[in-house]
């Protein structure tokens, strides 16, 4: 039996002796011998060089370093010595490993290779290497345990500088191990999404880029293809990198289903800094499970439709004396971010100086009270859309005109007005998971300003008169992704994914 499939089989045989619960306590959902050997192929040095260090510091049965030692002993050139050293807590799976590393070291002599293996029955994180984080290894293979700890865990006090609120042990283990990597050594893990653009998650990726160039990431797209043996229902990804500083080459994107698909996978080369956001929250924006709607395909923008994207005229500081707390007969609403939910205008709410007179000397900044999209400029990070935009129909609020804070941007339609089913169709398409996907590929940063409004492809006018004839008032987000959806994907062809 080869090593991979022998460290697969053992390592089944050993969870099936544990119940549920206790696999979740120590997050062991093993990588299965396709997954594995689709890691480990991309985690080879280009140079091999004589003495080659691996550590796989959630070793479980020894699947991933299985994979590695394969791969290297079938290349044409060998190292002289491979070291490995695996960290398991869980004892139960020591003689596993051990079985393992015994079949191991009979492959590598008999093809002239002397393998050297640790196996470290202790918690990884509290381990010498992982706190000393001096750069040891040439390989780092993982499929980190995945669950949260508490911010006084001590792994948590041990590598408080990935932490950010409420930690999750697979972030320490990208972490950590990201700065035990020798110049030019690899790094390959397998873990949930999450990690990407998660604000707990900020710290980790900070640490991450500070000592990894990531050049390749596969997604899965099923919930649970890829790990059918233990039906785990994580989205999950996986990262290569190398240490080293990140320089402007393509990251390679690739996806597919599951594991009975890697063969067929479909590839993305993408610019680094699409891929990795460039402001401090350093998220990272997985295209692939995007294009089922392509918007690349529309040539159409606001211009198109004669429609104009502006910033709120009124500076609330400049204009304070003209702004207040409760209405008078000359004043009218005045809208700030606060008032803007997904699809809905809420004014007021009793919070902020909600009012702004109307008069001769504020009229310049004043917009007119007629069909608007009305749109955030900054959205709170946590939100998982990166708009948050509400049709605003002509005389919701009293008034003849409307006060939009500098916090604001509104499109509207110069010289001409939006109709009713283009407002709410517009605000429905911004506010839509397709936009979101979409913008998450070719912007970097969070916050969307109005140059990435103008710049934003539409579809034809008839569909988003149609996706705003849809909708109602208080149309949820779910509905307007299925009304967005199903207005736009039939006027698709068929998608594929540029191959490279
Ligand atoms: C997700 S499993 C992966 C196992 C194996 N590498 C694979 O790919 O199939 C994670 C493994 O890490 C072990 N583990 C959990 N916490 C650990 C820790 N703090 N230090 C070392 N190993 C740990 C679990 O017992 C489990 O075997």
């Known amino acids: 039996m080869r090593l991979v499939e022998f460290a697969h089989s053992s390592g089944l045989a050993a969870i099936q002796t544990l119940q549920r619960k206790e696999q979740k306590n120590f997050g062991q959902f093993m990588t299965p011998p396709d997954v594995a050997r689709f890691m480990a192929q991309r985690c080879l040095p280009t140079e091999c060089p004589e003495i080659i260090r691996i550590l796989d510091p959630a070793a479980g049965a020894g699947i991933l370093s299985a994979a590695v030692i394969e791969c290297l002993l079938n290349q044409a050139r060998l190292p002289r010595q491979i070291h490995v050293m695996l960290y398991e807590l869980d004892g139960r799976l020591i003689p596993a490993l051990r079985k393992l590393v015994k079949r191991m070291r009979q492959r590598a002599h008999n093809r002239g290779v002397t393998l050297k293996v640790s196996i470290n029955n202790c918690d990884f994180l509290l381990s010498p290497i992982a706190t000393a984080r001096k750069p040891i290894v040439d390989i780092i293979i993982a499929n980190p345990p995945y669950f949260k700890l508490s911010a006084t865990d001590p792994r948590a006090l041990a590598h408080a500088y990935a932490v950010y609120g409420q930690p999750n042990i697979y972030g320490l283990f990208m972490a950590v191990c990201a700065s035990l990597l020798a110049p030019s050594g690899r790094w390959c893990f397998i873990t949930p999404r999450s990690w990407t653009n998660g604000l707990y998650f900020s710290s980790v990726r900070r640490y991450l880029f500070c000592w990894l160039h990531i050049d390749a990431i596969h997604v899965f797209e099923s919930r649970r293809d890829h790990f059918t043996d233990d039906q785990i229902l994580q989205e999950a990804m996986i ?3 190398t240490a080293q500083a ?65 910033t709120g005229p009124v500076v609330a500081f400049r204009a304070k004396r003209h702004i207040h707390e ?140 149609a996706i705003g004839r849809a909708i109602c008032p208080g149309t949820s987000l779910l509905a307007v992704d299925t009304i967005v959806d199903s207005t736009l994907r039939p006027q698709q062809p068929r998608h594929t994914v540029a191959a490279n």
């Open 326 to 465: 409760i209405a008078s007969a000359d004043s009218v609403p005045l809208l700030w971010m606060q008032h803007i939910k997904h699809m809905l205008i809420k004014w007021p709410i009793n919070k902020k100086s909600e009012h702004i007179d109307s008069n001769a000397e504020t009229a310049w900044m004043l917009v007119p009270n007629t069909n608007l999209v009305v749109i955030r400029r900054f959205s709170p990070k946590e939100d998982d859309r990166r708009i948050t935009a509400a049709p605003y129909l002509a005389g919701t609020l009293p008034g003849t005109m409307l006060g939009l804070e500098n916090h604001t941007n509104y499109i509207y339609r110069p010289g001409g007005e939006l109709s009713d089913e283009e407002t709410k169709g517009l605000a429905a398409f911004l506010n839509s998971r397709v936009v979101d996907r979409y913008l998450r590929t070719v912007a970097g940063n969070t916050q969307v300003n109005a140059t990435d409004l103008r710049k934003l492809p539409l579809p034809s006018l008839e569909l988003l008169v």
């Open 239 to 241: 990262t290569w990198a």
């Open 246 to 310: 990140q320089t402007n080459a393509e990251i390679v994107i690739s996806s597919s289903e599951g594991s009975s698909d890697l063969d067929q996978a479909r590839l993305l080369r993408l610019p680094f800094n699409r891929v990795i956001g460039q402001d401090e929250e350093r998220m990272v924006s997985l295209p692939v499970d995007m294009p089922t709607i392509d918007l690349t395909r529309w040539h159409a923008t606001l211009f198109t439709y004669g429609l104009k994207v502006s």
